[in-house]
């Protein structure tokens, strides 16, 4: 579990539950002990009252009339007292009946206070205290009911219970929201470098919380950097060709140039020198051209099929303009750009010029997303090119898909641009291989690219 | 047939130049981007050779500039830079054809060729009017199929100009324009010399003289 937001959220969470379990906790027992001391204080005074209203007769004791409240008379009231003289129950209210209160062994000037049970599975809280009156020792036991007072007790705490968890419930709620809102500020960084790697952008949006923007503006610094680079590569290939292949181009004249009739030596030199010229050539034109291929991953520009395939038809026909030739091309509409733009042209480009050398009136282009039992597989690309020209027989056949390996096999007109796209298929993860077009009767070549 | 070479590596323009006079063309050179320009823009050129990398304007500027001036005189890119994507930028600034270096002057002259009887609307792979047809590889006149005529240099660049524009009113200042170089003087009669000749060869019919306007080349007799 790696993701920030849940790591929050369940952290958050506990720590408010363990919050709410605490308050509980401590509210009930404050609650307790506050209404335990309230009663205690009025039973206090209870048993002040009691006290003057004992008269002690030399070793007798006896209660004056009319001095206590009735409710010591009513059974069962709730309100309860035993008397006792040197440990010895004798006198108890009238309201306890046949029951009694027990009493504990005490000193004088001694008080305990505590929960008891009374008649009637009444709940008591029992206050015991001991006196020296005229030389008599006196224990009095005073004890009231709490079931009211609990009843009371029991619904604040359901109430309490039930606010709280709504509480905790809203809590953990605009917990996150607030989370999910925070997060929700990351989620333009994501969207952005989803469409960079497909190439829609070229770099992030800065607008971002400043915990991730040294990230992003690191990312950025990068890609940059990478951009310029491969420009810089690539410019630097182009000036290197450029400046190369006028001194050949010289060369090609002069060796081809020559009308004289030499003697036989310097005329084999002369075809061997012409040879080397065009070894020269083809070196320079296919490690030039794979140097500049920038592969996949790269944050360049992206292949437009849609857009961009036309475009390349245009230039084909141009170039071979001398020819009524008649492209077919069928392009899945729903595809998104893959691929560098520019390997993308050198590949489709050298695939057309090979099929426009060879094919007698049509070619078919088609190009598609993999699709594998009606399922279309992602990050693969489907390239499709047939023409009517003549069939390749079986040999030549399996003799094309290794043609390219060596340079100085590719020397007919399905050479150097069969090495290009063989290099660029390479470099894409992808598969080449080539049979008879069985709609065309020509060479039909199926390409399957990895894009991702 | 008149073409501009544009070309900064002056070894290769003056042997290209060498190679395209003897395949009957009159070409001018220039060296740079900006002279390209205004040479395009002010003579008549039939086609221009266009190098991509120029000094001080590079190639495909210049195009999209001609371009932009609604000069569309037909352009075959000559370029090092040969890769697809460039041939695209290539062909959207406004080229005719492209053709990477290094290439064969062969190669070279069939695109001029071919480009020149597209940009005059002939089809095909000769040049042919009615039962004449021309030989541009040998530059003779082969007519009715088996009969063949020698052509000297100017006489096959005057009748190569009069059969991709048949049927057209050219004046002499046209002509002259077309089958020499820039620094041909233009007062001289020697285009009515040529004319002379080729009535010779091919029959008076052929070529008619619009007193005071020019010469119309009879497409059919």
Known sequence: MNSLEHRLQIGLSTSLLLLFILLWFVGQQSMDDLTHEFVGSRLDHDIESLLTALEVNSETISLKKGKMPTVYQQPFSGHYFVIAVNNITTLHSRSLWDHSLAMPKLNPGERILNITDGPRNQKLLQISMAFNKEGLNISIALAEDLSAINIQKIKFKKYFLILSSIGLILLLVLQSVILRLSFKRLEPVLSDIKHLEEGELVKLSENVPSEVLPLVREVNHLLILLEKRLERSRNALGNLSHALKSPLNLLFQYLYGYSDKPDEKSHSNLIKAKKQVERINQLINRELKRARLAGKGGSTQRFNAVQEVPELIGVVKKIYSHRELIINTQIDKTMTTFGDREDMLELIGNLLDNACKWANHTINLIISREINNSDIVPDKINIIIEDDGQSIKKEQLASLIHRGSRLDESVDGHGLGLSIINDIVKLYAGTIDFKDSSSLGGLQVNITIDIK | ?221
């Open chain 2, 1 to 221: 047939m008149r073409l501009l070479l544009v070309e900064d590596d002056k070894e290769l323009s003056q042997t290209l130049q060498k190679e395209l006079s003897g395949k009957g063309f009159a070409v001018d050179v220039a060296e740079n981007g900006i002279d390209a320009e205004f040479m395009g823009d002010e003579e008549p050129y039939d086609m221009v050779i266009l190098d991509l990398g120029l000094p001080q304007r590079s190639g495909l500027e210049v195009l999209s500039n001609w371009r932009k001036k609604e000069n569309n005189l037909p352009v075959i890119i000559l370029t090092a830079r040969d890769s697809w994507h460039e041939r695209i930028d290539g062909f959207k600034a406004g080229a005719d054809d492209y053709l990477g270096k290094p290439f064969h002057v062969e190669e070279l002259v069939m695109r001029i060729q071919a480009l020149l009887r597209r940009t005059h609307n002939k089809v095909g792979g000769s040049l042919q009017c009615g039962a004449l047809k021309l030989d541009e590889e040998y530059q003779q006149l082969i007519i009715k199929d088996h009969e063949t005529l020698q052509l000297t240099g100017t006489e096959f660049r005057l009748l190569r100009y009069f059969m991709l524009n048949p049927g057209k009113v050219l004046s002499k200042t046209r002509l002259t324009e077309h089958v020499y170089e820039q620094d041909f003087d233009k007062d001289s009669n020697l285009i009515e010399v040529y004319i002379r000749r080729l009535r010779e060869k091919l029959g008076k019919e052929r070529i008619v003289t619009r007193r005071g306007q020019g010469y119309i080349f009879m497409d059919t007799l």
